[in-house]
């Protein structure tokens, strides 16, 4: 069964040092997107790419974090300088398309700022 | 502002009873609700949606009811198993977006 694909699992780092995830989405699917789930509270967008554009960043905290998905394919999301709130799961999803509402998650990247 | 809540934090059942699962949304333009269910180190999986023009869905031991008017949609779980524990996230959509608004989720805990 196909799946999406993320990398690294765990990450401590300590705060002002860079970061960076990557994700792999499902062959295929179109739209991906980035989540950040902060414990205790749901996911919430951060950017969402339709293949190499970003279709939605309203939520990302463009003064440290930046996404980029330059071949439509794979992506990459950095955080520079990370802050001790940054802590979270950053959780990346893909679809086939923008109205079936049904994302396909990846298991995730715990990050953790000391 | 939260657009999607889901009110209980956790909710604790017996194995073979009824699991219900709330969750309250404000924005009336929503069209489409999605449960997923998330297990501890894990992304959330999908589980079951229903779309706006419909007021219930049901696949197998799950059941999604929608009540537009109250802006309420609640899930069950019957009957309820060990393997359900988990965390679940209520989430709504515009289906012309493709973006999900997830609720605080809810942690059930199914006891043998």
């Known amino acids: 069964e196909a799946e999406v694909a993320q990398s690294p699992r765990y990450k401590i780092t300590e705060k002002s040092q860079a970061v960076a995830f990557w994700c792999d989405p499902i062959?295929?699917?179109?739209?991906l997107y980035w989540y950040r789930q902060i414990l205790g509270q749901g996911p919430e967008l951060l950017v969402q790419?339709?293949?190499?554009?970003?279709?939605?960043d309203s939520q990302l905290p463009k003064d440290r974090f930046s996404a980029e998905r330059l071949k439509g394919v794979d992506s990459t999301l950095k955080i520079q300088p990370a802050e001790l709130g940054d802590s979270a799961m950053y959780l990346c999803?893909?679809?086939?398309?923008?109205?079936?509402?049904?994302?396909?998650f990846g298991e995730g990247s715990r990050l953790t700022v000391l | 502002d939260q657009q999607v809540k889901q009110n209980s934090p956790s909710l604790s059942v017996q194995e073979g009873r009824i699991s219900i699962l709330n969750c309250d949304y404000t924005?009336?333009?929503?069209?489409?609700f999605l449960w997923y269910k998330k297990y501890p180190a894990e992304g959330p999986t999908f589980l079951i949606s229903?779309?706006?023009?419909?007021d219930k869905n049901e696949d197998g031991r799950f059941t999604v009811f929608l009540n537009k008017s109250a802006k309420h949609l609640s899930l069950h779980i019957v009957p309820s198993q060990p393997g359900d524990s988990a965390v679940y996230f209520c989430?709504?959509?515009?289906?012309?977006?493709?973006?999900?608004?997830f609720g605080q989720g809810t942690t059930l805990q199914v006891k043998p």
């Open positions: 924005n009336s333009m929503f069209d489409y």
């Open positions: 229903i779309s706006s023009i419909k």
């Open positions: 790419f339709q293949d190499e554009s970003v279709v939605d």
């Open positions: 999803a893909s679809s086939a398309g923008a109205n079936t509402g049904e994302l396909f």
């Open positions: 062959s295929g699917h179109a739209t």
């Open positions: 989430a709504a959509s515009l289906s012309n977006t493709g973006k999900l608004i």
